[in-house]
C-alpha cells in the first residue's frame, strides 16, 4: 500500500489547495499553492482484472505495463490515472468498454481535512455501504483528492481491427454488430473498432459492408457534446460522433446544459458535506 | 423532530387520515394483519410498520413523503420485497411506502437501446417486454421473477451475468427521484454525460436512504447471438474454484460462471431430476456467449482448463431445452434446500477469486465446529460467496450458532481482502459489521452523502451506517437481527 501520510501532510487541513498530474486536462487552478498525488503501479493482478496504483500514475505507463500481463483499461490515453478519474471523460471506446465512472473500485483520497479516507471496494461486485467512488469520478478533485485508487481492467482482444463505410444512416451499421468497441459517424462514413476472434471479426465486417481502415477519423476539438444518441443524426457541420453513445466531437463551440435548480442545491450540499470551507481546487466545477 | 423515536399512535392516526385523502382510502392500510406482514421483507429480520401505502404516481409519492415530513414518522419505500439485509424492514412504526402499484413499463427506444420504466416493474417483467427487440436488462438476480428495478436500483443487484455485463449501477441512465422533503430530482439523462457531479451513480445502491426512485430509464443490452452452457464436475472444491480463477486469469470473461458444492447438487437434483452429477464435490457451470468463432474457442479452452484442473465429465446442453434445465438447477437452488431442513440463512460476501479455495475451506470448517449443515452455490466468477446454512430452528440454542457463524464467515472473507456484501446489501444485517471494512473516517464520508439527499433523515433511517456514523446514539435493532 502506498504511504499516503506524506501527501495527506501536503494537502493539510487549512487554505486553499489545488491538484495536479500532468496537467493535461487544465492544470492546476492558478495562484493556489499546489500538490501532487503519488505516482507507481503497486500491483497488477491480471486474474483479478484489477490493478492498484498512485494516482499520479500516467495512464500510459500503466497502459503499457498491464499489457505485458494481457489486460488493459477503459481510461483514455494521456495524462494521469487520477486526472483521468477525476475528469471523468469517456474516449470512444466507451461504448464497448464501458464508462470510466465504471471502472474506479476502491479509492483512498484526502479529504478537506487532510484525512485518508477509503472509498468502495477492491472487488467489482461490491454493495458494501455508498457508492462514493462514482461520486469522485469527475468531481474534478473538488470533494477530495484522489491517493491511489483499485481500477478493473479487461482482457486485451485477441484481434482488434478498424473498418470504414459510406453511409448516412450509421445505425443501420450499428444494428448489425454485436457489442462492437466503437461506432463513429462523421455525416458520410461509419468507422467501427471490432475486436474479438479474427473470423468473428472478418465476418462482423462484412455483414455490415465495412472495410479494413488504418484507424478512426481525427476528432474535432471545438466542444464535447452529450446528446441522447439517436440524436448524433441530425448533427450538422464538422463532426464526429459516438454512435450509440451519444457524444459528438465538434469543430465548433456549444453551450453546456445547466442543471435543474434542485439538482444543482444537491450537488451543493454534498460540496458542502465534504469541503465546507471550500478549499479543494477552489473556482473548479464539476 | 425526533428522529428514532416511535411515533405516538396518535400521530400515525393522522398520518393515515392525511394519507387517505391524499391517495384514495383503499390504498392506505393500518390493519393488524398488514401491518404485520409489511413489518419485514425476505429477510428473517422484523420491524414494526405504522402504515402501509401504495401510491400509484410520483405526485402520490410525494404526498407520502410530505405527509410523513409533516408528522415526523420516518418512511421505508418498499418494492417487491425480496431483499435479504432488512432494508426494507421498517422500524419505529414507520410508514411503508409500496411501489408495487407502479408497475407501468412507460416506453422502450429500441433505437437508443433503453426504456423508461416505474420502479415497480418486476426485473424478469421487463426483460419480456423488450425481448421482441432483441434486447434484454442484464442484471438477473436469482430472485429475477418476483424482485422489482426500483428494488435492483436501490440495492445495485447483481446476478451470474453481471460477470460480463456488469451490476446494476451500469444499467440505469437516468432516475426521477423523491427526496424526503418532497421535491422531486432528476438524476443522469438519456444523454451520456450529465454535467456536475454523478449523483444517478451515487443514488444507486443507497438503500432507499437518499430518495424514492419514481422513474427509472435502464439500459438494454443485446441479445448475444449464441450462447453456450456448460457443466463440469470436479472431485474437489479447490479444483472447481481453481479453475475458475485460471479461466479469467486466461483472459477470457465467460457470461456466467456459478459453482454449487456436493450437497447443493444433491438437493437440486432431487428436486428436478436434471441428470447432475450428486456425486461430484463441486459442480461448475459456465456459460460464454457472444460471436460464434470466439464462442467455439473459449468453450475449447475452458474445457481443457478444466481438465487439467481434474475436471471429470463435461456436459454442453445440446439445446435451449437443456441450457434451460441447467440454469433451472442453478436458480431454485434455494426452493431446495427446504428437502433438508425447514429454515435457511443464505449470506452474501464477496473475495478475491484466488482465494476462493481458502475462503471455502474457512466456510466449511467454520459451520462444523457449529454443528450447522451449509450448501455453496455462488457466482464464482465474480468470487461472490452464497453459504447458505440450513437448519432448523425449532432446535434450541441453533440461531445463536448461526450467527456466530455467519459473523465469523463475513470476518473471513474481509480478512481475505473481499467486501461485506456482493448484492444482497448492508440494511440492518450487516449495518454493524461496517467497521470490518471502513475505519470512522470513512464512514462519516458515507455519512455525508445521506445528509446531503437526506439532511431530514427520514428516509430509511437507521440502515447501512453504524449508528455512530449515522451521528445517532439510538440502537434500533429489533429482535431476530443478526448482529
Known sequence: MIDLVQFADEVGSDGPVTITGLGTR?????????????????????????????????????????????????????????????????????????????????????????????????????????????LLVGSRGTLGFLGEVIVRTRPLPQHSQWFTHATTDPFDVFRRLYKPISVLWNGSACFALLEGHPADVAEQAATSGMTACDGPPTLPNGSRRSVKPSEVLSQTGNFVAEVGVGIVHHSLPCVVNSTGEREAALAVALKDEFDPTGRLNPGVHP | MSAGLAAPAVVLTELAADLRSALAPGRVRTGTTELALYARDASNISGSAGVVCFPL?????????????????PFVARGAGTGLAGGATPLDHALVITLTKMDRVLSVDPVNRFAWVEPGVLNLDLTRHVAKYGLHFAPDPSSQQSCSIGGNVANNSGGPHCLSDGVTAAHILALEVVLSDGSVVHLGGEQPDSTGLDLRGAFVGSEGMF????????????????????????????????????????????????????????????????????????????????????????????????????????????????????????????????????????????????????????????????GLLVMNVFHAGDGNLHPLLVFDKSEPGVMERVHAAGEEIVRASVEAGGVLSGEHGIGLEKRDFMPMMFAPADLAAQAAMRRAFDPLDLANPFKVLPSAAACSDVQHVPDGAWV
Open chain 2, 211 to 370: 430518495g424514492i426512485a419514481t422513474k427509472v430509464c435502464v439500459r438494454l443490452t443485446q441479445n448475444a447471438p449464441a450462447v453456450r452452457t456448460m457443466l463440469m464436475d470436479f472431485e474437489t472444491v479447490e479444483a472447481g474454484a481453481q479453475t475458475v480463477s485460471a479461466i479469467i486469469a486466461d483472459g477470457m470473461v465467460p457470461a456466467a460462471l456459478e459453482m454449487m458444492d456436493q450437497l447443493c447438487v444433491r438437493a437440486v437434483e432431487e428436486y428436478i431430476h436434471a441428470g447432475l452429477p450428486v456425486d461430484a464435490a463441486a459442480v461448475l457451470l459456465v456459460e460464454v456467449a457472444g460471436l460464434p468463432h470466439g464462442l467455439e474457442a473459449d468453450v475449447a479452452r475452458i474445457v481443457e482448463i478444466g481438465k487439467a484442473h481434474g475436471a471429470g465429465t463435461v456436459r454442453i446442453a445440446q439445446d435451449e431445452a437443456e441450457r434451460a434445465l441447467l440454469w433451472k438447477g442453478r436458480k431454485t437452488a434455494f426452493g431446495a434446500i427446504a428437502r433438508i431442513k425447514p429454515n435457511y440463512y443464505l449470506h452474501d460476501t464477496v473475495v478475491p477469486r484466488r482465494m476462493l479455495p481458502e475462503v471455502l475451506r474457512k466456510v466449511y470448517e467454520i459451520t462444523a465446529r457449529h
Open chain 1, 26 to 134: 487544465g492544470g492546476p487552478v492558478e495562484g493556489e499553492r499546489g500538490v501532487h498525488p503519488p505516482a507507481g503501479i503497486e500491483w497488477i493482478q491480471a486474474d483479478e482484472m484489477i490493478v492498484c496504483c498512485g494516482a499520479g500514475t500516467p495512464v500510459d505507463e500503466l497502459v503499457a505495463a498491464l499489457s505485458a500481463h494481457g489486460q488493459t483499461l477503459a481510461l483514455p490515453a494521456g495524462g494521469t490515472v487520477g486526472g483521468a478519474l477525476a475528469v471523468g471523460r469517456s474516449d470512444h471506446r466507451r461504448l464497448g468498454c464501458g464508462p470510466v465512472r465504471d471502472t474506479l473500485l476502491q479509492a483512498r483520497y484526502i479529504s478537506a481535512a487532510g484525512e485518508v479516507v477509503k472509498a468502495g471496494g477492491p472487488t467489482v461486485k461490491n454493495v458494501s455501504g455508498f457508492d462514493l467512488c462514482r
Open chain 2, 57 to 73: 404516481t410520483t405526485a402520490e409519492v410525494q404526498a407520502c413523503v410530505r405527509s410523513a415530513a409533516q408528522h415526523g414518522v
